[in-house]
């Protein structure tokens, strides 16, 4: 399934499997149910965010120091967390102890293929959720904002999407972010039911 907004276009890239939000529903607990396979149904009772560092893989071959998105990464890592919190999607760790948490750790490759380690790093700052984050830059036009929601303890993906947009700057970075937030945000709305 496929949505459009703007520039922006999302494509579905795997299944909502649970999820919960319980501060954005005002109630204890919720359990999730996804239409379609049995594994995609689940109930999942932790709330607490560690949004990790957002990464972007450059495969565009245009000229540039390498740590010329460094800045931009770091800032769009902060509002991806900000939006969270101000929704009231999850509850967001703060982002000062994830940055000091993967630093610690060091896992010397990108966040979305270090083995675990994202697990790790979320356990050690109280995190029930972590969320993984990167650009795939393609040219200056072409980018994709990847997101990836895993339960800590389990490891099992709850959450994947891809936002497509056009623009390697800030406006259009923020613009795609804010998209990915109010999409997780509405499908916090539409898959969470309460418990009776």
């Known amino acids: 399934m496929e949505y459009a907004r703007g520039h922006v276009h999302v494509r579905t890239r795997a299944c909502l499997k649970h999820f919960l939000a319980a501060a954005f529903l005002g109630v204890g607990l919720a359990a999730i149910q996804v239409g379609g396979p049995a594994a995609c149904a689940g109930e999942l009772t932790l709330n607490k965010l560690a949004v990790l560092p957002f990464e972007i893989k450059d495969t ?3 000229v540039g120091a390498p740590d010329r998105h460094d800045a931009m990464l770091a800032r769009l890592t902060r509002f991806v967390g900000a939006q969270i919190a101000a929704a009231e999607i999850m509850d967001v ?8 948490a993967v630093t610690a750790v060091n896992p010397g490759t990108y966040l979305r293929s270090c083995n675990g380690c994202e697990r790790d790093i979320a356990k050690s700052v109280g995190a029930d959720l972590v969320m993984i984050g990167w650009l795939f830059k393609v040219s200056t036009l072409v980018l994709s904002l990847h997101v990836v929601v895993k339960d800590v303890a389990s490891g099992q993906i709850l959450y994947a999407r891809t936002f497509d947009f056009r623009g390697d700057n800030e406006k259009a970075w923020t613009r795609a972010a804010d998209y990915m ?3 997780l945000a509405r499908s916090t709305k539409r898959e969470i039911k309460p418990t009776n």
């Open 181 to 183: 937030v109010d999409a």
């Open 60 to 62: 565009s071959g245009e």
């Open 93 to 100: 760790v703060d982002q000062a102890r994830v940055g000091a």
